[in-house]
């Protein structure tokens, strides 16, 4: 398999200027004569096609929502970094760069992430352009915040709604295409095949979410700006409709899937209830600048927190980490509230919760001052929860946030498949096993405004006027197969409902493929995903019909990839014989119980590819070049 | 409901069309053992499990981040939009009813949003009144740095009060008149407090107001009731400002896209 990156020779710091001085370009009377499909409206999906048809190529944008602005980019908290170096406190495009490789524990491409930090600034220029309220200070200036892992004030936010305001920025710039009617928009249609012509993506075949016809669009260019496949966990952040469909059925057509392991478990969320959840909501990491962590020494323990003493109370974080203490890294801090509830300290109705306490805080600082600083989520918990943190410990358990694997690509954005390209979160490239807080925002910034417009031409210049239109045969027979399969789920008619066997599949997933992995659990997951895969494809019940629209149906389409994108994360985090970033196997850890890399076998990215079938995966690697920065070990001691 | 109950039981009434049938009706429903931590939303989840485990169609309804930001999510629940509590939809929680209640559960349906099938209503004229003006002209490239443009800080805090709506449409559900005047009036308010929003200002104003009177909404009759539903407290100031600047607009000239001339 080519895995050829296409890195452009020369020094770091002036290899994304000299590639384009060197790339193939589309002439602005050319332009219109393309069409580029973009499928997914979040920051990468919004701001790439906006651009693109700005540019006066002729944009269909497809998206299983009612509206571009729904993407849950939107849901996106804390902020976007950018090393503006505002406050001049020693930030820099190396800074930035060195902090996001060694963060990603030394699992990315560092011209693909140098790249990433020299846009950065440019993000914040552009989003301010188009009207993004960013907080500001009294003078007029921009204002910055701390985010985790770093020694810098890199952060640009708005309140506690910065995906939000810049979703709306990208989506108003879409809207504005729409307008001038260079972008066309598909809403309620999801797309559920690629077509491949002679090697080259041609187009896609989605369905019509309110009729249920299946129907297909051609083009020269095809963007997944998707997002991850997180989801496959059940229960996660992700939104509830948040799927893999588009980045798998890509793969399968010959997309290499890099990663698939590298998924993000954040540590600060509320708990799962129940069975009945279907969603998980995050709790910005900042509380843990004053929430003191912990667990009661007893197991099994009854009492209300605040009826446990001091020293019955376990601060594991602080005595296993007494450098960091509760502000250890997200990995490590995940790990903890694990061990410490596997261990049976964990509280809350389900024995899988730990506290977040700020009673101390509260004491030292006054409740007005706490207020002041976490007043909205404090507020936001007890909405959910019906429990106060002014009055009791917040109950709080990791929970899957967001996936650094995805669809391989090359410097230019395009995958495996010549003409697809992947961009945000459906792509693997920037953020190693580990992402850094307010990065993903500022990775699909950074695709969509200014590193795909400008690659783009250069596979599509060869391609002037050499057109395939949806009466090729290879749309005819993409369209044949999503019917084939629709119609082989809705004629099951088993006993099984697609929820209940995306729940037992998250189960599966998040007990053997998440925090804490090792051999043994990872073969058996797989098993029992084989299991679960032979269960949907001759039990599972759908009702309803497929000429309608059906959200019984979307999801039992769903489940079928997340079965097979589940196995595939079991077999890549099983294959990958070492520890590094989120990836945590029980056999190489450190005395101390930390993540313990091999950089002499593992310095790769691993890259799958489709063989056909879910046992024939076949697993190729792109190597690492550690040519500016030297790997470190991490510790948090 | 007492603090040691686990569970919850409740009568659903809720509205089933089919699609393409402009007609549709109440159905009953007995949803029980519900735990008292589910959300609303996820009692709906184990009504839909029991509809497909017992062969029927789910009701369809609409749904997306489940916290509280996406827009999705629109019901009309015991005839207020979002129901009881300023919150979107997805944030009610079940501890919040009675055990034994019976609850009726509505689209957003109203005016210009038509309802496309049982509780799933289309609100793509919000994004059209957008698509007429709701954007500062800017294409993607290098841009002056943002620090050379002083904002003061009271004015950008103004302009998120106005941006931070997340297109749901519960105004124009809780409107008497079915307006879209506090959807549109805070996007058209949020971009006048902005350096950057005054090139287009008065041309935007009247081709957004234009539009969604086009898009068959209602007039503003000061109702209010869209701010006292809306799950981000949006005021109705801003509909203020876009009259005045509306009319600034109208009285002025102003062409389609540019400024007021200097008169």
Redo the contacts between chains.
Sequence with gaps: MDLDAKIPSGPLEDKWDSHLEHINLVGPRNRPTYDVIVVGTGLAGA?AA??LA??GYRVHVFIY????????S??AQGGINACKN?RQDGDSVHRLFYDTQKGGDFRAREANVYRLAQTST?I???C????V??????????ANRSFGGVLVERTFY??G?TG??LL?GA???L??E??QGRVI?Y?RSEMLDLVVVDGRARGIIYRDM??GEIRSSAGEAVVLATGGYGAAYFNSTN???SNSTAIWRAHRRGAAFANPSFVQIHPTCIPV??D????L??MSESLRNDGRVWVPRKKGETRPPADIPEEERYYYLEERYPTFGNLVPRDVASRAAKVACDDGYGVG?TGYSVYMDFRDAINRQGGDTIKSKYGNLFDMYE????ESPYQQPFKIYPAVHYCMGGLWVDYNLQTTIPGLYAIGEANFSDHGANRLGASSLMQCLADG??IL?QTIGDGLQPLFRDKVGTDHPAFAQAIADVNGRINKVMSIQG?S?P??IHKRLGKTLWNHCGMSRNAGNLQGAIDNIDQLTHEFWNNV?????AT?????LERAMRVADFLEVGRLMCRDALERDESCGCHFREEHQTEEGEVRRNDEKFAHAAVWEWGGKETNHRRNTEKIHFEHLQPATRSYK | MNQQQKTLSVRLRIWRQEIGNSHGKFAEYAVNDIPVEASFLEMLDILNEQLVESGEDAVAFESDCREGICGTCSLVIDGLPHGEGQCTTCQLQMRNFTDGATITVEPFSTGAFRTIKDLVVDRSPLDRIIESGGYVTVHSGPKPDPNSIPIEENVVEDALDASACIGCGACVAACPNGSASLFTSAKIGHLALLPQGQTERYGRVRKMVEAMDDEGFGSCRNYAECQASCPKNISIKYIGRMNKDYIHATIHGGDDRGPVKAT
């Design positions: 701001s906006s651009s700005a540019q929502h009612d509206s571009p602005r729904r993407a849950h939107i849901a505002y440019e914040i220029d552009q301010v352009a188009q009207g309220p960013f907080a500001r200070e009294y003078g007029g200036m921009l708005c309140r709604q939000q305001q709306l989506y108003q710039s809207q504005k729409v307008d928009l809403p309110l009729t939104a509830v409709n209830s129940g009945h959840q279907s969603k909501t995050l109705s909405e959910i929860t019906g405004y200014f417009p006993s409902t929820l209940s019940h759908v009702t309803g019909s309608d629209m059906n959200q019984t």
